[in-house]
Nanobody, 126 residues
Framework: QVQLVESGGGLVQAGGSLRLSCTAS????????MGWFRQAPGKEREFVAA???????TSADSVKGRFTISRDNAKNTVYLHMNSLKLENTAVYYC????????????????????WGQGTQVTVSS
């Protein structure tokens, strides 16, 4: 059974930084694409960034240059490094795993991921 556990959320001032972590269990982590999504109050869940099982990553235009996704296969963990945070980045952040092994395409829709963590709250204050 796949389990994803996020951590690292919290309260931060605008312009600050946070690093989110997501640790996976139940699969050979290195064979699967992983992604980060977020959902702000009253809004739909949206794509933030994703990492292909081998190498490539992609991120939403709204976070390019500020957020970076990385992974440590030895620790079964994917990270979201968030810099220059803005008020509008306040949301619950979720990590997700694409259950299709060694998928070449990186999904940017939440329908492309089958397993989800419980989410971690990020609140950016002025």
């Amino acid at each position: 059974q796949v389990q994803l556990v996020e951590s690292g959320g919290g309260l931060v001032q605008a312009g600050g930084s946070l690093r989110l972590s997501c640790t996976a269990s139940g699969r050979t982590f290195s064979n699967y694409n992983m992604g980060w999504f977020r959902q702000a109050p009253g809004k739909e869940r949206e794509f933030v960034a994703a990492f292909r099982w081998r190498g490539a990553s992609t991120s939403a235009d709204s976070v390019k240059g500020r957020f970076t996704i990385s992974r440590d296969n030895a620790k079964n963990t994917v990270y979201l490094h968030m810099n220059s945070l803005k008020l509008e980045n306040t949301a619950v952040y979720y990590c997700a795993l694409d259950s299709r092994r060694a998928r070449s395409e990186i999904a940017t829709s939440d329908t492309g991921y089958e397993y989800w963590g419980q989410g971690t709250q990020v609140t950016v204050s002025s």
